[in-house]
């Protein structure tokens, strides 16, 4: 039996596979203390997909730079396309994990790809996870990446007037929070958001961020209020979170740049991020928005060869081209 009426069936395969990524864990009784299992999946799912994808050969780099002040150093991964001629746009990237999953490394076959065909330079930031680390230290990590790419444009052979801020899930909703401290803290200048159904809403008060729970695939809603916790603690769904950690609290989006958002119609960011979308058009912003249709959270990751996948990838490259290169 199919796991919702609207699944597109090409997606029922992954769907399986991707219910059982985290083993046995019981939704029901997830903790913080479950994490460190989380991660250790994930890793092993990740270097299994890696071992089989045909990546593309760019050149990467690997700097360590000045974190916030007070808090340790960042690693950031640089791709950029062999012999690169001139100066580039760039492309920097903030990576998915619920704020508490993920780290540069698994990515690095998809930020290959992005500096192979894209023709642009790449960055990838290494922020500090919840809980370990709550907010602000996750987004304050990735705002510095993104000063320290702007201020070394120049040895970096980028263009820093075409520089695209973007990510998905955890790392969309980071991209969200980091262009609005771009907008408020006056800059580095960023000329496109690129959010794939980003995580923005910590009180889950949506219908959607109640339909999809259980053993739903991708991340049902127990995941998405483990992750808020282990960012906010206490805070969680109360009056005091900062639109910095849950860009849905924002209620200025005007003078933001242009942007893409992409969500699935079966998963629980569906709702918040349409809403993200909607505000900031009411509020003169230029946003193009999807709704892939019959989709769970991180579908393309366990089916990359579904129509729907191929369409949405085709599409996201299209964006992320006319938004580097304009």
Request: net charge negative; hydrophobic share 40%; glycine share 8%.
């Amino acid at each position: 039996m199919p796991l919702h009426k609207n699944l597109d069936p090409e997606l029922s395969e992954a769907a399986e596979q991707l219910q059982t990524l985290f083993g046995s864990l019981n939704m029901s009784h997830l903790s913080l203390e479950q994490i460190p299992a989380m991660r250790h999946a994930l890793h092993q799912a990740a270097a299994a997909a890696a071992a089989t994808a045909a990546i593309p050969e760019v050149t990467v780099e690997e700097e360590w730079i000045p974190g916030p002040q007070d808090a340790p150093q960042l690693r950031l991964k640089i791709y950029r396309p062999k012999q690169q001629e001139g100066v580039l746009p760039c492309f920097y990237h903030i990576h998915g994990g619920g704020m508490i999953l993920g780290d540069i490394e698994m990515e690095d076959g998809q930020m290959r790809t992005f500096a192979d065909q894209l023709n642009a330079v790449v960055t990838n930031v290494e922020y500090r996870l919840a809980p370990e680390h709550p907010h602000p230290a996750p987004v304050e990590d990735c705002y510095a990446g993104l000063q320290w790419v702007a201020a070394h444009a120049e040895a970096l052979r980028i263009d820093p007037t075409h520089i695209v801020v973007g990510g998905e899930s955890a790392g969309g909703g980071l991209s969200a929070a980091t262009v609005l401290l771009a907008r408020d803290r006056g800059g580095p200048s960023i000329r496109f958001q690129y959010l794939i159904y980003p995580m923005l809403d910590d009180r889950n008060e949506t219908l959607s961020s109640q339909q999809f729970h259980g053993n739903w695939p991708g991340w049902p809603r127990e995941m998405n209020l483990l992750g808020w916790q282990a960012l906010l603690g206490d805070r969680v769904g109360g009056p005091d979170v900062s639109p910095y950690a849950a860009p849905a609290r924002a209620t200025d989006l005007s003078n933001l740049p242009p942007a893409y958002l992409e969500v699935g119609t079966l998963e629980v960011f569906r709702d918040e991020d349409i809403a993200y979308a909607w505000r900031m058009m009411q509020q003169d912003v230029a946003v193009e928005l999807h709704v892939n249709a019959g989709t769970f959270h991180a579908w393309e990751l366990g089916a990359p060869n579904a129509r729907v996948t191929q369409r949405a990838v085709a599409r996201r490259m299209d964006v992320l081209q006319r938004a580097l290169w304009g």
